[in-house]
């Protein structure tokens, strides 16, 4: 069973930074790509980064230069550093996994995980 859980979400003011991470298990974590998604109250889930199993990355417009995705094979967690922070990014963040596809189109991934709450006060 795919198993996909967030952490290291909270409240931070504007400037500050924040790293997620996602664990994984239940798959071959190295053969998936993975990506960070958000979605902000009344608005649609947004691509913000991924990462495929090569290592080759793909950030939202927006947040290149400011959020780095990364991936731990040996300990099957995938990172998300967050610098730069602004108010805008306050959203609920989610991990997702797929085996087939990859980039920063929500209907591509296949595994979920339940989310972590980011907050940025100005």
């Known amino acids: 069973q795919v198993q996909l859980v967030e952490s290291g979400g909270g409240s931070v003011q504007a400037g500050g930074s924040l790293r997620l991470s996602c664990a994984v298990s239940?798959?071959?974590?190295?053969?998936?790509?993975m990506g960070w998604f958000r979605q902000a109250p009344g608005k649609e889930r947004e691509g913000v980064a991924a990462?495929?199993?090569?290592?080759?990355?793909a950030y939202a417009t927006s947040m290149k230069g400011r959020f780095t995705i990364s991936k731990d094979n040996a300990e099957s967690t995938l990172y998300l550093q967050m610098n730069s922070l602004k108010p805008e990014d306050t959203a609920m963040y989610y991990c997702?996994?797929?085996?087939?596809?990859?980039?920063?189109?929500?209907?591509?991934?296949?595994?979920w995980g339940q989310g972590t709450q980011v907050t940025v006060s100005s």
């Open positions: 997702a996994a797929d085996q087939a596809r990859c980039g920063l189109s929500a209907k591509w991934y296949t595994y």
């Open positions: 990462i495929d199993n090569y290592g080759r990355t």
């Open positions: 239940g798959y071959t974590y190295s053969r998936y790509c």
